[in-house]
Nanobody, 121 residues
Framework: QVQLVESGGGLVQAGGSLRLSCVAS????????MGWHRQAPGKQRELVAA???????NYENSVKGRFTISRDNAKNTVYLQMNSLKPEDTAVYYC???????????????WGQGTQVTVSS
């Protein structure tokens, strides 16, 4: 009932930039915190950045000052602007959203299918 579709991944050289987008669609009542996680090969999935519906943001330490998360509530879309990319940023990036369906009293977490980001040295 909720679909999260990411776009914007790809291959970029170290020092370059990419912008990820994630659009939420479906029959939901409200869209709460949205965020980006990433998972590199052989590593656990980790939170990269999150943003509340009111615009409060939170970042993983290694991306502070390089990545910026933002959202457009009218478009149900969250963005991740990634600058000064490093090879260690290479991972599959997943969009996540805390969503309350019209048929439910409490929100639940939903995930996108992931988009590959590869940073070459």
């Amino acid at each position: 009932q909720v679909q999260l579709v990411e776009s914007g991944g790809g291959l970029v050289q170290a020092g370059g930039s990419l912008r990820l987008s994630c659009v939420a669609s479906g029959r939901f009542f409200s869209l709460h915190t949205m965020g980006w996680h990433r998972q590199a090969p052989g590593k656990q999935r980790e939170l990269v950045a999150a943003i509340t519906s009111g615009g409060t943001t939170n970042y993983e330490n290694s991306v502070k000052g390089r990545f910026t998360i933002s959202r457009d509530n009218a478009k149900n879309t969250v963005y991740l602007q990634m600058n000064s990319l490093k090879p260690e940023d290479t991972a599959v990036y997943y969009c996540a959203a805390n969503v309350r369906l019209r048929s439910e009293l409490w929100p639940s977490n939903y995930w996108g299918q992931g988009t590959q980001v590869t940073v070459s040295s």
